[in-house]
């Protein structure tokens, strides 16, 4: 039956290609597959009750189930001097059935966004399909069922030339109580590419009491997967026509993905499976070069084949622009090898942060930098490693998750520069992470390669510092807030808050350089610059208001100045200032006012519900040290009640972290200091309850309220 309802579908998708496609297309095509999906007789998707042991949950999947295909047909293509080309047809179907019990799940499960159908013209082979329908089926208490009408998405976006559309739903008529069964199916046709890897999470964000995942793969091509963090295996089978088939199963899931400190990659049970066929538009590793299912592959393999990959990529000499040759003429004069690869990285930091991307790609860096060095005279190793977003090296599944990297015989890494912030720091999603490490001089995709762990930085390198000057207004609080952020904790943020002109005159001198402009040659130089300034005001003014409602989690009233001091040039810190005004936080209480100084400690995290009983492993991107001063200016005629200072105070210390906060009066302000560590970018679950305590601690201190007596 089910392997009916798969040539089903593909058969709908092969009847509605044509040279043209548009909405009316695109409205038969969904009208279509809503009708087959429905159609299909699914025992799982009946279950009505849930059990009593998840009433208190927010919502409950009662059924969940994945369906992939893929297969290869060779196509004409006028555009491929009359020859046919490999076209690659990969469909996924996602459902799933959801009891909504609370207003949290009702509102996750009331809208939609998603792409309907994109056409793209692929040089030299042709034009590639993609497709997809959302379907949406809401079923009350009493049994009666309801498909949400075609009438009822929106469309809303459209890409370049009509080529992409894009919808939006509301469900209509959804209540807690409700139970929603959901689909969404994609469909791709490809001209000489491989399909994107996918990737099956064997438990969600709620209780499931079932999941199903069924695959069929063209036997022409290679299949290989690979389970982590005790995901179920596949059972394997193939088709009368010696496909491979793969199925997986699991009932009753009652673990579900805390939201905090959880890294899914390396803590939930999944699979990531990829499928390679021979195709123009890709590299065809070694690994993947027989047909077939590969379960679970060895990992050194794929390793050779990243290496492999890396040293046909490198072309061994590079030409640069005359800014970059620059650079690497100053770096020949400095004295160290250290000084000469942080000088040509940090100008390659800077590029990337004034122009908003990466100054060269995640290939092109080390590959670049490697000639770079050698002409300077600088030996360095060779480093293979994946990030807290990929699977281990030891479990790598495609040479394309592993990143290239280079390490000077001192220990210093030099990583793509995709969430670089300076060349005296490891980015947070490489740090801590096992790499596999060349050390010769030869060529070192033979190897032989050793073992290493990349290090980790200490809560006292990331620090984020607020100080914070208040003054009553009224019923407002006048604000002003210096923020400053060292080590990891400026990743992705100097960008955000400083304009190109501000970073190249913290970061420029050394290469020169002072202004924007002097990044734009030609007579257009001074407009061109002016424009990007302009552009990136605008942005960064949306920035800090963005911020400021970040930090209290409400908007200001007013912003009414910025200032950006510090842009973390040679791995300094990046600081700025933002001042506003902020309403809510004082009232009267008689004749005294009530200031509710916990809210000038920004947001902190508060666990409550399912959340606080874990059994899994705690992440942090980094190890953090957070301190906050407050100096609240005391109103004329005011006083700090005795009892309201005695209660601004907290200690907590323990293997995990520490929230420590004392008070003080100094003349007519009260002085108000905080101090929150978390000692590790990792915790073992066993540590939950000692880390539980420190959120605690902040989050029940961020409601402390002062209380000011009129004298």
């Known amino acids: 039956m089910m392997r009916k309802a798969m040539i089903t579908l593909v058969l709908l998708a092969t009847c509605?290609?044509?040279w043209a496609f548009d909405n009316d297309d695109y409205k038969a095509f969904a009208a279509q597959v809503r009708k087959e999906v429905w159609s299909r007789d699914m025992p799982d998707f009946k279950t009505r009750s849930v059990p009593a042991k998840y009433k208190n949950e927010s919502a409950v999947i009662l059924a969940s189930y994945e369906e992939v295909s893929v297969d290869q047909k060779r196509k004409f293509s006028i555009y491929s001097s009359g020859y046919s080309v490999k076209q690659v047809n990969s469909g996924h179907l996602r459902r799933m059935l959801v009891k909504i019990q609370d207003k949290a799940s009702l509102e996750k499960f009331s809208?939609?966004?998603?792409?309907?159908?994109?056409?793209?013209?692929?040089?030299?082979?042709?034009?590639?399909?993609?497709?997809?329908?959302?379907g949406v089926r809401v079923i009350k208490p009493d049994g009666s069922e309801t498909e949400v009408s075609g009438d009822d998405y929106v469309s809303e976006t459209e890409g370049k030339r009509g080529q992409e559309k894009k919808a939006k739903l509301a469900v209509p008529n959804l209540q807690v109580g409700d139970l929603i069964d959901v689909f969404s199916y994609y469909q791709s046709k490809v001209k000489e590419e491989n399909v994107d890897p996918m990737r099956f999470v064997f438990e969600e964000d709620y209780p499931m009491l079932s999941y199903r995942v069924h695959c069929v793969i063209d036997r022409k091509f290679c299949t290989q997967y690979r389970t982590l963090n005790g995901a179920p295996d596949f059972t394997a089978s193939t088709d009368e026509d010696g496909n491979v088939?793969?199925?997986a199963?699991?009932?009753?899931?009652?673990r579900t993905q805390p939201d905090y400190g959880y890294n899914s990659i390396s803590m939930s049970p999944i699979t990531l499976l990829y499928v390679t066929g021979k195709v123009d538009l890709g590299y065809l590793p070694k690994s993947t070069k027989d047909k077939g299912l590969h379960a679970n592959p060895d990992a050194t393999v794929i390793q050779e084949d990243a290496w492999n990959w890396w040293k046909s990529y490198n072309k061994g000499k590079w030409s640069f622009n005359k800014y970059l040759k620059n650079v690497i003429g100053q770096a020949k004069k400095l004295d160290s090898d250290?000084?000469?690869?942080d000088h040509v990285y940090n100008f390659m930091v800077m590029s990337s942060l004034v122009n908003r991307q990466d100054y060269l790609d995640y290939r092109d860096l080390p590959c670049a930098l490697e000639d770079i060095l050698k002409k300077c005279g600088v030996k360095m190793?060779?480093?293979?490693?994946?990030?807290?977003?990929?699977?281990?090296?030891?479990?790598?599944?495609?040479?394309?998750?592993?990143?290239?990297?280079?390490?000077?015989?001192?220990?210093?890494?030099?990583?793509?520069?995709g969430y670089a912030a300076s060349a005296s720091m490891i980015p947070s999603m490489y740090q801590g992470r096992a790499a596999s490490v060349y050390t010769g001089e030869g060529n070192y995709a033979k190897g032989?390669?050793?073992?290493?762990?990349?290090?980790?930085?200490?809560?006292?390198?990331?620090?984020?510092?607020?100080?914070?000057?208040?003054?009553?207004?009224?019923?407002?609080?006048?604000?002003?807030?210096?923020s400053e952020y060292t080590g990891c904790c400026k990743e992705g943020l100097i960008d955000d808050y400083a304009t190109p002109d501000e970073i190249m005159r913290g970061w420029g001198k050394p290469y020169g350089y002072t202004r924007y402009v002097d990044f734009f040659t030609g007579k257009n130089a001074e407009d061109k610059a002016a424009e990007g300034m302009k552009n990136s005001e605008k942005r960064i003014a949306d920035n800090f208001r963005d911020e400021v409602t970040q930090y209290h989690d409400r908007a200001p009233v007013a912003i009414t100045g910025t200032k950006v001091e510090l842009v973390g040039e040679n791995g300094g810190p990046l600081a700025y200032t933002v001042d506003y005004q902020m309403d809510g936080m004082v009232k009267t209480a008689g004749?005294?006012?009530?200031?509710?100084?916990?809210?000038?400690?920004?947001?902190?995290?508060?666990?409550?519900?399912?959340?606080?009983t874990r059994d899994c492993d705690i992440m942090r991107a980094f190890a953090k040290t957070y301190e906050v001063e407050v100096n609240l200016q005391l109103p004329a005629g005011y006083m700090v009640n005795a009892a309201s200072l005695q209660r601004l105070s907290a200690h907590v210390d323990n293997a995990t972290g520490s929230f420590e906060a004392a008070a003080r009066i100094d003349g007519d302000k009260l002085v108000l200091t905080v101090r929150k560590v978390y000692k590790h970018q990792l915790e073992p679950a066993a540590n939950w309850p000692s880390l539980l305590e420190v959120l605690d601690a902040a989050y029940t201190f961020c409601s402390q309220q002062v209380v000011l007596r009129k004298k």
Not at 116 to 129: A, E, I, S
Not at 592 to 602: E, H, K, R, Y
Not at 605 to 612: D, K, T
């Open 111 to 134: 809208t939609f966004d998603y792409s309907t159908y994109r056409r793209q013209f692929n040089t030299g082979f042709g034009t590639d399909d993609v497709r997809n329908v959302l």
């Open 381 to 417: 190793d060779h480093v293979l490693v994946t990030s807290w977003l990929k699977e281990p090296l030891g479990q790598l599944i495609s040479y394309g998750n592993a990143a290239w990297a280079l390490r000077l015989k001192s220990g210093r890494y030099y990583l793509p520069l």
């Open 448 to 482: 032989p390669f050793e073992q290493a762990v990349t290090p980790v930085s200490q809560a006292q390198d990331n620090v984020e510092r607020v100080a914070v000057r208040a003054t009553v207004d009224g019923s407002h609080l006048n604000i002003s807030r210096r």
């Open 591 to 612: 004749r005294n006012l009530v200031v509710s100084i916990g809210q000038l400690l920004g947001r902190h995290i508060h666990i409550e519900g399912r959340e606080r």
């Open 338 to 341: 250290e000084a000469k690869a």
């Open 245 to 247: 088939v793969l199925d």
């Open 16 to 18: 509605l290609t044509g």
């Open 249 to 254: 199963e699991v009932k009753n899931v009652d």
